[in-house]
């Protein structure tokens, strides 16, 4: 199938509408956007902008502190071209991706020959070359025709923005930025790509990219905590920071500020202080701000899911939580849509062979009932007629009962899973509740923990208690 100018033009508008929306959606459940949510119901009450400074390095130019009234996309789309976004851990890589992609959207919207961003998830990238991953991809999250997607791809009309290369192993991380040199050679126009990596990742692998441009995310510096802290009403625990300079040292760094912030009512600052082991820390930091959440008052669309009677315990939360982050960690998973879960959900043997066994018992009751049919009717011995019609039919009604197996699978999954406990009767509606509660965050029909560390604090938080 051929796709026209005009068509093309219909499909082009139809898909920055949706990764508009899925951007905005995004940013929208942001932890910097739970601290505004928290201090006030107005979008940004006091004008609280994301804390830190930006450092950017052109090719061919000195690294400079990029003004706070400048975008880093200005400077993008001056060169276009293979960028990358450094950063340490919780530094807000993510955040500055998505906020790349939403100016690059506003522009495209404008002008036809500005490339459309599509964002990519690394940590799914597990076979096929990158650019039939990337076209495979754009179809599945976009809905973007193989064919268009394709063609878009290598005639430089995509930016694409990839996410998460730190999920992957050191030698997956390095056969990307290899991947990324092969796809540049092989684009008939400038590839346009923005890649996030932590900085130490990205200058641990051998493989160098030709770069535009690069963008660092810095730690940041005790005014810039002491000034984002006053606007978000915390002074007390501005001074308590102050004051304990290994509890300032955690606050250089945007997510645990973010966290800080949110937590600031369950912390007990001076037992806090006198944890001397880094790792205790962040675990009790990470538990306050789920005690928080846990903890505080519904808001009106989060009502929508459980009347009030029927609502979850905090503590069934945290436990189909728990069991939902260790499945992710597990497999290697960043989100997941519904459909995704499968048989690794188990966390025993014995649960994994119970559901194997039940599923063999019910496939085995349903194709007795067609050949014990069969059986009977030799038996009693019908006319020839009748007898074929009743093959024919039975056949029939198999093949109807093979397509349904893979449904059989799910239904006794997902009652097995019920069973053990991992996960509630309707896990869709409990996945909607955490949502917005703020637990987790749901982009489209897919779910994921607000970072990849408050995933990894779920998946391990059996060994202590909240």
Avoid at 415 to 433: A, G, H, S, V
């Amino acid at each position: 199938m051929t796709f026209g100018d005009r068509q093309q033009t219909r499909i082009r508008h139809k898909l920055l509408l949706r990764v508009r929306h899925d951007v905005q959606v995004h940013l929208s459940q942001s932890l910097h956007h739970q601290v505004l949510t928290a201090l006030s119901n107005e979008p940004n009450p006091l004008g609280v902008g994301r804390p830190g400074d930006i450092q950017v390095k052109l090719s061919g130019s000195p690294t400079t502190q990029l003004d706070p009234s400048t975008s880093p996309f200005n400077l993008f789309d001056q060169t276009g071209g293979v960028w990358v976004v450094l950063g340490n851990i919780g530094s807000g890589k993510t955040t500055t991706l998505l906020e790349l992609a939403d100016e690059a959207i506003a522009r495209a919207q404008t002008y036809n020959h500005q490339p459309i961003p599509l964002l990519f998830d690394l940590s799914q990238w597990y076979k096929y070359t990158l650019s039939t991953w990337l076209i495979e991809q754009s179809f599945l999250n976009y809905e973007l025709p193989r064919k268009v997607a394709k063609k878009w791809l290598f005639q430089g009309q995509i930016l694409v923005i990839l996410d998460n290369l730190d999920t992957l192993s050191f030698d997956r991380q390095n056969q990307t930025l290899q991947a990324i040199k092969e796809l540049r050679a092989n684009t008939q126009q400038s590839l346009n790509l923005i890649l996030g990596s932590r900085i130490d990742s990205y200058k641990r692998c051998p493989t160098r990219l030709k770069l535009q441009g690069a963008i660092w995310l810095k730690p940041l510096n005790p005014t810039q905590i002491k000034d984002y802290l006053f606007q978000a009403r915390s002074r007390e625990l501005w001074h308590s920071l102050h004051e304990y300079k290994g509890l300032m040292s955690l606050a250089k760094t945007p997510l645990f500020l973010n966290l800080m912030t949110l937590a600031d009512e369950e912390i007990l600052i001076h037992a806090w202080a006198r944890i001397s082991d880094s790792e205790q820390q962040y675990r009790y930091l990470f538990n306050a701000y789920l005690r928080r959440l846990l903890a505080q008052d519904l808001p009106s669309d989060e009502r929508q899911w459980y009347r009030s009677e029927q609502r979850p315990k905090p503590e069934e939360t945290k436990h189909w939580l728990i069991a939902l982050a260790k499945w992710m960690q597990k497999e290697n998973r960043t989100n997941f849509a519904s459909v995704d879960v499968n048989a690794g959900y188990f966390q025993a043997p014995e649960q994994n062979r119970h559901y194997h066994i039940g599923v063999g018992i019910a496939t085995a009751l349903l194709f007795g009932a067609i050949c014990g049919g069969i059986i009977a009717a030799l038996v009693e011995g019908l006319g020839l007629g009748l007898m074929i019609s009743l093959i024919l039919g039975t056949v029939l009604a198999g093949l109807g009962i093979l397509i349904s197996l893979s449904s059989l699978r799910k239904f006794m999954l997902r009652y097995q899973l019920y069973r053990e406990d991992l996960m509630p009767w309707d896990n869709q509606r409990f996945l909607n509740y955490a949502s917005s509660k703020g637990l987790i965050q749901k982009i489209g029909d897919r779910y994921q923990f607000p970072h990849q560390l408050i995933q990894e604090h779920f998946a391990q938080i059996e060994e202590f208690k909240l």
